[in-house]
DNA sequence: TCAACTGTTTAGTATATACTAAACAGTTGA
DNA sequence: TCAACTGTTTAGTATATACTAAACAGTTGA
């Protein structure tokens, strides 16, 4: 049994349009944005310009079951990774695309 | 003074939430992947297996609202067409990558 | 030991969404 | 003329969503 707090989807559960309804959110989308340019994992401290912690705690719970992001505890941090493999396999170009299409716009 | 109707929003006035947000309903990411498919434009008779007709007609405009389709009306009968020019302009590869990676699933 | 810290969960609320059923509007053809 | 037809709009409802505030849980360091 492993700890549910922290657990994702497999691969092959994460589905297309629960994909796109969590990155239709703006907040979701800048999150996923960031972790796909920096290419690292991230403490969740660096979004904090994004709004209060616990609706931000909600969106990362969101994103995670979405599949798009692991979410890391170390000691009283969370580290935030974009399932970058994972969502390249099952869904070949759609980050990017979508990413790359947001950059530069407020929605 | 145009008719509110059938209004589509201009090129610039599409955003990608809300562009994300509409395909992430199974019903309408389904017209979308037909009109893409297909290529013309198609009488809303041809989809009527996706649901009831009162419905179908509030995804036509969730998704002309949107910027993903027009509606033009000929007699009793409505036409949908992707509005694949502009937003290949505004949004490059995004809708292909999309629909691509929602062939042959479910949701 | 324990207060401060970081983030999560829960409770509550206002709004948005997807749907059905029924009313409606315009078109067609006998 | 008018009933059948095609699709839209409206009313009503059940559920989902995004948010705030407060409670909570685990960690850290003095």
Do not use: W
């Not at 994702?8 to 239709?24: A, E, F, N, Y």
């Not at 969370?78 to 790359?100: A, M, Q």
């Amino acid at each position: 049994m492993t700890s549910q707090q922290f657990e994702s989807p497999s691969l092959t559960d994460i589905s297309l349009t629960q994909l796109l309804k969590s990155l239709s959110d703006p907040t979701r989308l800048k999150i996923v944005q960031t972790l796909l340019r920096v290419g690292t994992e991230i403490s969740c401290a660096q979004f904090e310009t994004l709004g209060k912690k616990s609706n931000l705690s909600q969106h990362y719970r969101n994103l995670r079951q979405a599949g798009l992001i692991s979410i890391r505890r170390e000691g009283r941090h969370s580290y935030l990774t974009l399932r970058k493999t994972d969502l390249d396999r099952r869904f070949p170009g759609l980050i990017e695309v979508i990413v790359k299409n947001s950059d530069g716009r407020d929605d």
